[in-house]
């Protein structure tokens, strides 16, 4: 990773949840060569460390179950008992899940054997919105208690389909979307605070998770990846690195003072393109 440009976050205590994952290891690396002390929270705990290790002096890594409260504040004591208080938070847990995803772009009748809208699990659909929201919810309402006197920032993941619902992924179009308005109200509660909350959007990157609906086995494009690119202006995916700049930009309170409830589309136009 290449840092666009660097700022000074050596006043700065980051916590990052999701750490272990291929975006967020990349954010909690891009805040700890700016100075920050950076503390990688991951329920699998082996990807965090080995993110934690590769940074070296600065960080630590704690497995962490986002979606239980009590977990939480044990890593926040962990936290405190290593850094001190806790002044900017990425929560960057999240994902999808196969149980809640239809198989079908489209409804007709006479699809037999597909998983369509009909077939979609009560529980895959609570646990994508469970991961996505509640654990945001969770860790905000843990760590944002160190903030409230002496302010912060804390940075929320969405989607470009957070505009625009993506075909096939319902629960995870809708929980963004939730994701994007909570940024906007947790802005709003916590100004006179001090604490400025803001959203990033990232458009089709390829990851380990999604490699495989990218890219045939073979290395070439799927259709899918045909109709991403075709909606997408710049006519390319993401890469990881196109992310920094803007994280850097929300952490930096000298730059983005007066910035919050924000969400910041990164996905080469995709969210601005009607298709005509």
Request: glycine fraction near 10%; charge should be negative; proline fraction near 4%.
């Amino acid at each position: 990773m290449k840092l666009p440009f660097k700022v000074d976050l050596s006043e700065k205590v980051a916590v990052i949840t999701g750490a272990g994952g291929v975006i967020c290891s990349e954010f909690a690396r891009a805040l700890a060569e700016c100075g920050a002390k950076v503390a990688l929270l991951d329920i699998d705990a082996a990807s965090a460390k080995a993110v934690a290790d590769s940074i070296g002096d600065g960080a630590i890594a704690i497995g962490c179950d986002c979606l239980n409260k009590a977990d939480i504040e044990r890593a926040r004591d962990e936290v405190h008992a290593a850094f001190g208080e806790v002044n900017f938070l990425v929560n960057g847990a999240g994902g999808n899940n196969p149980r809640a995803t239809t198989d079908n772009e489209y409804m007709t009748p006479d699809l037999s054997g597909v998983k369509d809208f009909f077939a979609l699990e009560e529980s895959g659909i609570r646990f994508v919105f469970d991961l996505n929201i509640t654990s945001a919810f969770l860790v905000t309402q843990v760590f944002a208690k160190d903030m409230v006197k002496t302010g912060g920032g804390i940075v929320n993941i969405s989607s470009m389909n957070a505009f625009t619902p993506l075909t096939k992924i319902p629960a995870y179009s809708a929980a963004k979307a939730g994701i994007s308005n909570f940024t906007q109200w947790l802005a709003v509660h916590f100004a006179p605070c001090g604490i400025r909350c803001n959203a990033i959007a990232p458009g089709f990157f390829v990851t380990k998770q999604n490699k495989g609906l990218l890219f045939n086995a073979d290395g070439t494009p799927t259709a899918r990846t045909g109709k991403i690119l075709a909606a997408t202006p710049m006519r390319k995916f993401g890469e990881i690195d196109d992310l920094i700049g803007c994280l850097l930009w929300l952490a930096d309170d000298g730059a983005s003072g007066f910035v919050t409830g924000t969400v910041i589309p990164v996905d080469g136009g995709f969210s601005a393109y009607s298709g005509v």
